[in-house]
């Protein structure tokens, strides 16, 4: 059964900390990984990282496709309490339009 | 602006009565999805829509419908509501494939939270 897996749960740290957070799936035949940030509402799109694409960066966050690993991070740099979220990984099998997604590392960033 | 948007923020409907969630989006995208998402439960597909008219089950579809009469519009229908369907309800749209026409595929509404009393 396909799936992904997020890690921490969740994370607390001050403000000007860098955080890795961790994204690993098992899919079958893997297509794309999709990285959102999720505060009171809808989740935003980050990134898409894909076979073609797997290093992104805008700003203070970037994010790395390890396929070999099959994994991906999310590093938040200089950490503002306006980053604190839910951070969701959801990665696409090739073959199909759906996308499955972990549960989410909640993060929580301290004045 | 892309935008995806959705009929409701907030509803409160009572148990047995239909229920109708809609999504528009304007990126002229082929696919769109709808999800509930709950604590500890992250977010769940219901159902998904590749096409006109076209649909197939997600993970969770039992008590669910949908309409897909429009590209740009896609219905979720809870024929008899009940208790268990109070959740967050969001809606997504995404292009076919990974073209990317400058606009980022995999964009969410607002979302819907659903009260069933």
């Known amino acids: 059964e396909d799936k992904v897996v997020q890690s921490p749960l969740s994370l607390v740290v001050h403000e000007g900390d860098t955080v890795t957070l961790n994204c690993s799936y098992e899919?079958?035949?893997?297509?794309?990984l999709l990285w959102y940030k999720q505060e009171k509402k809808a989740p935003t799109f980050l990134f898409m990282l894909t076979s073609s694409g797997i290093e992104k960066k805008s700003g203070r966050l970037s994010s790395i496709l390890d396929k070999k690993e099959l994994s991906s991070i999310l590093n938040i740099t200089a950490t503002q309490t306006g980053d604190s979220a839910i951070y969701l990984c959801?990665?696409?099998?090739?073959?199909?339009?759906?996308?499955?997604f972990g549960t989410g590392t909640r993060l929580k960033v301290l004045a | 602006d892309v935008k995806v948007t959705q009929s409701s923020r907030y509803l409160v409907k009572r148990t047995g009565e239909k229920v109708f969630l809609e999504c528009v989006q304007d990126?002229?995208?082929?696919?769109m999805f709808w999800y509930r998402q709950d604590p500890g439960l992250g977010l769940r597909l219901i159902y998904f829509s590749y096409d006109v008219k076209m649909k197939e089950k997600g993970d969770i579809p039992e008590g669910y419908s949908v309409s897909r009469e429009k590209k740009e519009r896609f219905s979720l229908i809870l024929e008899s509501a009940s208790t268990n369907q109070t959740s967050m309800y969001l809606c997504a749209s995404s292009f076919f494939g990974l073209r990317d026409r400058g606009s980022p595929s995999g964009i969410f509404g607002p979302g819907t939270r659903l009260t069933v009393l």
């Open positions: 899919v079958t035949n893997f297509r794309s």
């Open positions: 959801a990665v696409r099998p090739s073959g199909t339009y759906k996308y499955i």
């Open positions: 990126m002229d995208h082929e696919n």
